[in-house]
């Protein structure tokens, strides 16, 4: 590829149009998938380096081939907006991301997020809300619940999105949850009916890759993977590492499990902290999301 086919396939200044070196931007209303790159790193609570991830994601992506080993996601076509402004305060922020969102749902798209700490899904959340999206739940992969009404006094912060969105009264299905608080299990009980889960400690040991959704969950889901939820030695490239956690093939067979049953009306892929020198973990993130879209793809 030339200098300037290069050139023409960044979105902003180093952010790379997702898989740019094998497919043209489409026009936004052509694509099936609206890849949102959202660099927000404000309230980690231990490593760093999530603010890294979606512009390593999308270089990475240029690796990639179009066909995933079962069908080629491109086909339909995936349009990569400009990386969201990431200056002012969190609430700010939040609402750009729903913006962002909305705009994608609005073209006909599906939001496909990459953070970015995980606050980033509650603007995701907002977006497809005031975008009249009605009767979806939310399945998250994740090690950490995510429950506390907040952390360090911030209820923006990564470890509290979680509450933020079960807030709006939208069901929640978290699945390879292994480090909670107190009051992270206490909401759970609170919220018994909406909040459901399959933690770790029962997933893994049992080799568990495919769910059954409750009857009454919504016909529709927008699915969340905390990079963390998978174990750290499939991605040690994360700020909040904890041990036992998912496998690659295990997550794969979780989502289409759920793709299966429900409507995926958007995914995310959150806390990716780009480790440098260390290239394959980026590769394995920006797979990871087109994999999901080929799930996608073949359950539609």
């Not at 399959?198 to 495919?210: C, F, K, M, R």
Request: hydrophobic share 40%; charged share 20%.
């Amino acid at each position: 590829m030339s200098e300037q086919a290069e050139f023409d396939q960044l979105v902003a200044p180093g952010y790379p149009v997702f898989l740019g070196s094998e497919i043209q931007q489409p026009a936004p209303n052509a694509a099936a998938y609206h890849v949102i790159p959202v660099p927000y790193e404000e309230s980690v609570s231990y490593g760093g380096g999530t603010g890294d991830g979606p512009r390593a994601i999308l270089e990475a992506s240029w690796q990639l081939e179009t066909w995933d080993g079962i069908s080629t996601p491109s086909d339909e076509g995936i349009y990569t907006q400009p990386p969201v402004d990431m200056n002012g305060d969190a609430a700010t922020i939040v609402e750009r991301i729903a913006e962002a969102t909305r705009y994608a749902v609005e073209q006909g798209a599906m939001p496909v997020a990459l953070g970015g700490e995980h606050t980033v899904t509650y603007g995701v959340i907002k977006g497809l809300l005031a975008a009249g999206e009605t009767d979806f739940g939310v399945v998250q992969i994740d090690a950490h619940a995510d429950l506390r009404d907040a952390y360090e006094g911030n209820p923006y912060s990564h470890a509290s999105v979680m509450k933020r969105i079960v807030d709006h009264d939208i069901p929640l299905y978290q699945l390879g949850i292994r480090a909670f608080c107190h009051e992270e299990v206490e909401c759970r009980a609170a919220r018994e009916g909406q909040i459901h889960y399959q933690d770790a400690v029962t997933l893994v040991p049992n080799g568990i890759s495919a769910i059954q959704l409750p009857e009454d969950f919504p016909s529709k889901v927008f699915f969340t993977v905390d990079i963390d939820g998978l174990d750290p030695s499939v991605f040690p490239s994360t700020g909040t590492p904890v041990p036992g956690g998912l496998g690659w093939y295990q997550t794969l067979g979780l989502f289409e499990s759920v793709a299966r049953q429900r409507k995926i009306i958007g995914f995310d892929l959150m806390e990716h902290a780009p480790i440098p020198g260390f290239h394959a973990y980026d590769f394995a993130a920006s797979l990871l999301v087109y994999k999901l879209m080929g799930i996608v793809q073949r359950n539609r």
